[in-house]
């Protein structure tokens, strides 16, 4: 069963930090400011966000100045969101970008008159350090500005190691060309891509410019697919509308900011303009294509009472709308917020390589000096051990540990969206993994939920109409689907209905109330009237007036059309689907059927609390429990199973309990909801497998002086491109 939610009291503060160079990075800003009592914080490398929440009753004190302080005195960059982000991120991409070409441009002469003797002109070592100076110093900065940042707080982190790497390897070789005969006019020296040079005199100036350059160029692509894996979610945002027209009441019609739309106004929506609120039609016949929003291709025919989505597009008439949410209420905000949660948080396996990047550091510069050491007592070469012991500081560089997991939640969670589904936190990955169990309730998730009146069956002494007359009155107090059929099947038949009083709604039982004087009551038929009725495949109540039977009403809700295929989807992955439903017995057998459902996994005649019980039953059995549904009444199902998704069309209780939320009502989507969390969920795993398996595989070769620095920077900085690259290809999921 996963953990419980945050407490809704907490204050969520949501900050862009900056200044992080690895995952390390945001492990510290993360343990300082956990540090602070009531504060639960969550620092995404990735994302570049931190995500904060505050109990108020522990530490009302405790304000967005106090957090940002606190980064500050860590050492980095913090403020509240802005629209000026995406351009800070741009000019950060930029500065990299122009790092990168100085160390190229520079790097490469250096490497080629290092590695082929041929190229070795008389004072050719003078000339790379002239080269190599600008690359090791400027375009290094970033590399040992944060090496500072992390002495100052007694840390150490990835950085850390490349920065030593290089001002080592910058060092040692101005101090040959000085005090040596490397410094001589007219010194060659052979190719050093392996450490079994047998050269007497070695300058390591490749390390110091071409290292920094494999290490910005991954740095440079690396942030380049972390903007690719946003753009899901910036996309997203780009479609809320700026400007809107609003009709007011006096007549008079005006454009304002869509930021200043009120519940209640009416606006215009033209032909081709996207719609600036989420709201009810009020005139106008259109087609409005909702598809960036939840992945339905097909445009939706709406008319005076339909409900339409902020930010679909408006396809042919002229729509007037009224406002029926506005600003962060809307579903585009909505979704943003899980998308951007979903992405800002951690799954277990990420916590754990934070632990392993916590103490990875350290535990390699201890080996890189024993390295070093190590290799003066065996060989009493000290080029030789130098050149092993930087290797590997450079080649242990982490930097695909910590981008392993971030980057399959950007872009698997963003391509969710891009789908309709949205994936509420990382945490939903591994829930995902070991479902075994689908639990579809019946009602609204499998069927239309657009029930119709298809038989009546009045007792002697009433007609048809004052059976449906009277039910209709009294239903006409709920929002059932039930009551919504039998009140506009009352209205249709019968006109005006009587106003209802004293109504009581018990869900899973029934309703009463007064109607005309008399106690009305609706409830699920017993054994004698649904017999009576003679429709088997149909849900029958009973009406009463006064205790007394006045007949029955027989109605019928049809699967949608994508059940069956949901069905068999679900089957195909290996998971075993139960329907639940509080129907009757012999519907809900119909429906299996109709399903292709197995009679022994029908749970029907199910009380609200009794779907609570079914799941807790399942997990019990040791089954790994996924609950698909839409009604309020399912909420503490969908709450209590391992893994809940709720159709976006149901109750937003249904909707706050799941964890998953399909944004189309369609069935179908619930197999695809499961595969792709467990693509992402693999394309996680396999990423900290290659990290792990990099680092485990390449610092012994390191340490047994089979690399060369220049192949560790090389093969450190292919790591995480590898990482990101792996992580991109859930942009092609379908």
């Given at each position: 069963?996963?953990?419980?939610?945050?407490?809704?009291?907490?204050?969520?503060?949501?900050?862009?930090?900056?200044?992080?160079?690895?995952?390390?990075?945001?492990?510290?800003?993360?343990?300082?400011?956990?540090?602070?009592?009531?504060?639960?914080?969550?620092?995404?490398?990735?994302?570049?966000?931190?995500?904060?929440?505050?109990?108020?009753?522990?530490?009302?004190?405790?304000?967005?100045?106090?957090?940002?302080?606190?980064?500050?005195?860590?050492?980095?960059?913090?403020?509240?969101?802005?629209?000026?982000?995406?351009?800070?991120?741009?000019?950060?991409?930029?500065?990299?970008?122009?790092?990168?070409?100085?160390?190229?441009?520079?790097?490469?002469?250096?490497?080629?008159?290092?590695?082929?003797?041929?190229?070795?002109?008389?004072?050719?070592?003078?000339?790379?350090?002239?080269?190599?100076?600008?690359?090791?110093?400027?375009?290094?900065?970033?590399?040992?500005?944060?090496?500072?940042?992390?002495?100052?707080?007694?840390?150490?982190?990835?950085?850390?190691?490349?920065?030593?790497?290089?001002?080592?390897?910058?060092?040692?070789?101005?101090?040959?060309?000085?005090?040596?005969?490397?410094?001589?006019?007219?010194?060659?020296?052979?190719?050093?891509?392996?450490?079994?040079?047998?050269?007497?005199?070695?300058?390591?100036?490749?390390?110091?410019?071409?290292?920094?350059?494999?290490?910005?160029?991954?740095?440079?692509?690396?942030?380049?697919?972390?903007?690719?894996?946003?753009?899901?979610?910036?996309?997203?945002?780009?479609?809320?509308?700026?400007?809107?027209?609003?009709?007011?009441?006096?007549?008079?019609?005006?454009?304002?900011?869509?930021?200043?739309?009120?519940?209640?106004?009416?606006?215009?929506?033209?032909?081709?303009?996207?719609?600036?609120?989420?709201?009810?039609?009020?005139?106008?016949?259109?087609?409005?294509?909702?598809?960036?929003?939840?992945?339905?291709?097909?445009?939706?025919?709406?008319?005076?009472?339909?409900?339409?989505?902020?930010?679909?597009?408006?396809?042919?008439?002229?729509?007037?709308?009224?406002?029926?949410?506005?600003?962060?209420?809307?579903?585009?905000?909505?979704?943003?917020?899980?998308?951007?949660?979903?992405?800002?948080?951690?799954?277990?396996?990420?916590?754990?390589?934070?632990?392993?990047?916590?103490?990875?550091?350290?535990?390699?510069?201890?080996?890189?000096?024993?390295?070093?050491?190590?290799?003066?007592?065996?060989?009493?070469?000290?080029?030789?051990?130098?050149?092993?012991?930087?290797?590997?500081?450079?080649?242990?560089?982490?930097?695909?540990?910590?981008?392993?997991?971030?980057?399959?939640?950007?872009?698997?969670?963003?391509?969710?969206?891009?789908?309709?589904?949205?994936?509420?936190?990382?945490?939903?990955?591994?829930?995902?993994?070991?479902?075994?169990?689908?639990?579809?309730?019946?009602?609204?998730?499998?069927?239309?939920?657009?029930?119709?009146?298809?038989?009546?069956?009045?007792?002697?002494?009433?007609?048809?109409?004052?059976?449906?007359?009277?039910?209709?009155?009294?239903?006409?107090?709920?929002?059932?689907?039930?009551?919504?059929?039998?009140?506009?099947?009352?209205?249709?038949?019968?006109?005006?209905?009587?106003?209802?009083?004293?109504?009581?709604?018990?869900?899973?039982?029934?309703?009463?109330?007064?109607?005309?004087?008399?106690?009305?009551?609706?409830?699920?038929?017993?054994?004698?009237?649904?017999?009576?009725?003679?429709?088997?495949?149909?849900?029958?109540?009973?009406?009463?007036?006064?205790?007394?039977?006045?007949?029955?009403?027989?109605?019928?809700?049809?699967?949608?059309?994508?059940?069956?295929?949901?069905?068999?989807?679900?089957?195909?992955?290996?998971?075993?689907?139960?329907?639940?439903?509080?129907?009757?017995?012999?519907?809900?057998?119909?429906?299996?059927?109709?399903?292709?459902?197995?009679?022994?996994?029908?749970?029907?005649?199910?009380?609200?609390?009794?779907?609570?019980?079914?799941?807790?039953?399942?997990?019990?059995?040791?089954?790994?429990?996924?609950?698909?549904?839409?009604?309020?009444?399912?909420?503490a199902a969908l709450a209590a199973a391992d893994l809940g998704i709720a159709m976006a069309s149901g109750s937003d209780v249904a909707i706050q309990a799941s964890d998953v939320t399909l944004m189309r009502s369609d069935p179908l989507m619930v197999s695809d909801a499961i595969r792709l969390a467990r693509r992402t969920l693999a394309t996680i795993k396999a990423n900290l497998i290659w990290a792990f398996g990099y680092n485990v595989a390449a610092i012994p070769l390191a340490m047994s002086g089979r690399l060369s620095p220049v192949i560790a920077g090389a093969a450190m900085a292919f790591s995480s491109v590898f990482v990101v690259t792996n992580s991109l290809r859930l942009r092609r999921f379908?």
């Amino acid at each position: 069963m996963r953990q419980a939610s945050t407490s809704p009291d907490h204050q969520r503060v949501e900050l862009a930090v900056g200044g992080m160079t690895c995952a390390a990075c945001a492990a510290r800003i993360e343990r300082r400011l956990n540090r602070i009592d009531g504060v639960s914080a969550n620092v995404n490398y990735a994302t570049e966000r931190a995500m904060i929440r505050v109990d108020p009753a522990v530490c009302a004190d405790v304000g967005v100045d106090r957090l940002i302080e606190t980064i500050v005195d860590v050492g980095y960059t913090a403020a509240l969101p802005s629209v000026d982000d995406a351009v800070e991120v741009e000019h950060r991409v930029a500065d990299l970008r122009r790092r990168l070409v100085v160390a190229v441009v520079l790097g490469l002469p250096v490497l080629v008159l290092s590695m082929l003797p041929v190229t070795q002109f008389a004072g050719w070592q003078w000339v790379a350090l002239g080269l190599t100076l600008p690359v090791a110093t400027w375009s290094a900065w970033p590399l040992h500005r944060a090496m500072v940042l992390n002495l100052r707080h007694r840390q150490a982190t990835m950085d850390t190691l490349v920065s030593v790497g290089v001002i080592a390897a910058l060092s040692w070789s101005v101090w040959a060309l000085l005090a040596t005969d490397a410094g001589s006019i007219g010194m060659t020296m052979e190719m050093s891509m392996d450490m079994g040079s047998s050269s007497t005199h070695h300058v390591y100036l490749e390390v110091a410019s071409t290292v920094v350059a494999f290490i910005l160029a991954g740095r440079f692509f690396e942030a380049r697919s972390k903007r690719r894996a946003g753009d899901a979610l910036r996309s997203m945002l780009d479609l809320a509308v700026v400007d809107v027209t609003v009709r007011r009441p006096d007549g008079a019609v005006e454009t304002v900011s869509a930021d200043a739309l009120d519940v209640g106004d009416h606006f215009e929506v033209r032909p081709g303009e996207r719609v600036a609120a989420d709201g009810r039609v009020v005139s106008g016949v259109s087609a409005v294509d909702e598809s960036l929003l939840t992945g339905e291709s097909m445009p939706v025919e709406v008319g005076p009472g339909s409900m339409v989505i902020g930010a679909s597009v408006n396809s042919t008439g002229l729509l007037v709308v009224e406002a029926t949410s506005v600003g962060a209420q809307t579903r585009l905000a909505h979704m943003a917020r899980l998308v951007n949660d979903a992405q800002s948080g951690k799954a277990a396996v990420q916590r754990l390589a934070d632990r392993v990047s916590a103490v990875f550091v350290p535990i390699v510069i201890a080996l890189s000096i024993a390295t070093t050491i190590g290799w003066l007592l065996l060989d009493g070469s000290s080029e030789q051990a130098f050149a092993a012991g930087v290797a590997v500081l450079i080649i242990a560089c982490p930097c695909a540990l910590g981008l392993a997991t971030p980057t399959a939640l950007l872009v698997g969670t963003g391509r969710g969206a891009q789908l309709g589904i949205l994936i509420r936190g990382p945490e939903v990955l591994e829930s995902t993994r070991m479902v075994d169990t689908v639990v579809f309730d019946k009602t609204g998730t499998l069927t239309t939920g657009q029930m119709q009146v298809v038989g009546i069956a009045a007792q002697p002494g009433h007609s048809d109409d004052d059976v449906l007359g009277a039910a209709g009155a009294l239903e006409s107090a709920s929002r059932h689907p039930i009551a919504h059929a039998i009140t506009s099947a009352a209205r249709e038949r019968c006109g005006d209905l009587a106003m209802p009083s004293a109504v009581v709604d018990q869900p899973g039982i029934g309703i009463r109330g007064h109607v005309d004087g008399s106690l009305i009551e609706i409830s699920t038929a017993d054994g004698d009237a649904a017999s009576s009725a003679g429709a088997t495949a149909a849900t029958i109540v009973a009406v009463r007036s006064n205790g007394v039977l006045m007949g029955t009403i027989a109605l019928s809700d049809e699967p949608r059309p994508s059940s069956s295929a949901a069905v068999a989807a679900a089957r195909a992955m290996g998971l075993r689907p139960v329907l639940l439903t509080g129907d009757r017995r012999n519907v809900a057998d119909a429906m299996a059927v109709r399903l292709g459902i197995d009679p022994d996994d029908v749970i029907a005649e199910v009380l609200p609390d009794g779907k609570l019980a079914t799941v807790r039953s399942l997990q019990a059995q040791g089954r790994t429990v996924a609950m698909v549904g839409d009604g309020v009444n399912d909420a503490a199902a969908l709450a209590a199973a391992d893994l809940g998704i709720a159709m976006a069309s149901g109750s937003d209780v249904a909707i706050q309990a799941s964890d998953v939320t399909l944004m189309r009502s369609d069935p179908l989507m619930v197999s695809d909801a499961i595969r792709l969390a467990r693509r992402t969920l693999a394309t996680i795993k396999a990423n900290l497998i290659w990290a792990f398996g990099y680092n485990v595989a390449a610092i012994p070769l390191a340490m047994s002086g089979r690399l060369s620095p220049v192949i560790a920077g090389a093969a450190m900085a292919f790591s995480s491109v590898f990482v990101v690259t792996n992580s991109l290809r859930l942009r092609r999921f379908v």
